[in-house]
Every structure is written in structure tokens, then in C-alpha cells.
């Protein structure tokens, strides 16, 4: 598969943030993005609600990401791999949403 650069302008603090936050969940901006990338095409929208309410909603949402993130990459050493596909990450996703229901 043929490779391309993209480029993207944000604020430096917002960048050391995200690198942060991406270095906590295991993975770099590059692969977030991607991540990012292939699910507004999987799912044909914006993966995430836009909306001016800074509730606790949204809040839930980073912790419900964060715990999703955790169980892939515990699945991932119990199953002795380094990386887990697609599906197997929006399945640990789905089952954390799941649980969240409950």
C-alpha cells in the first residue's frame, strides 16, 4: 500500500497534549490518526458527537476510550501479540460500551 504525509497545523500545546495522551494509551499520533481516518470511512461520520456542551458526557466518552484502549492492549499480551486488528479493537470497544450499559 502506497504511502502519503499529511500534514496538520494545531496549537504546540495542544500537540505535546496529544502526544501525551497518545503515549499513555500505547500507540503515537500517527497511528491515532489513522485510527481516526479509517473510522469516519467504516462508519461514514464523525466518530465522535460535536457539540458546544462540554458536559460530563464527553468526559465519559475519553474514559470509556481509555478503558477500551486498556482491554486491547490486555487482550494483546494474554493473546502474546503486538498488534490486534480492526475488528478485534472495535470488539473490545463494543464490549466496553456494552458493559457501560449494563
Given at each position: 500500500?502506497?504511502?502519503?504525509t ?79 486488528t ?13 458493559e457501560?450499559?449494563?
Open positions: 500500500m502506497a504511502q502519503t499529511l500534514n496538520v497545523r494545531m496549537d504546540d500545546g495542544v500537540k505535546r497534549q496529544f502526544d501525551a495522551f497518545c503515549a499513555d494509551v500505547g500507540m503515537n499520533a500517527s497511528v491515532a490518526v489513522n485510527l481516526f481516518a479509517k473510522t469516519v470511512i467504516r462508519e461514514r461520520r464523525i466518530p465522535f458527537e460535536i457539540s458546544l456542551d462540554a458536559s460530563s458526557q464527553n468526559r465519559t466518552t475519553i474514559a470509556e476510550a481509555r478503558s477500551a484502549s486498556e482491554r486491547i492492549w490486555q487482550a494483546s499480551a494474554q493473546n502474546g501479540t503486538d498488534t490486534m480492526m475488528d478485534e479493537i472495535n470488539a473490545e470497544i463494543a464490549a466496553t460500551r456494552k457501560k450499559l449494563q
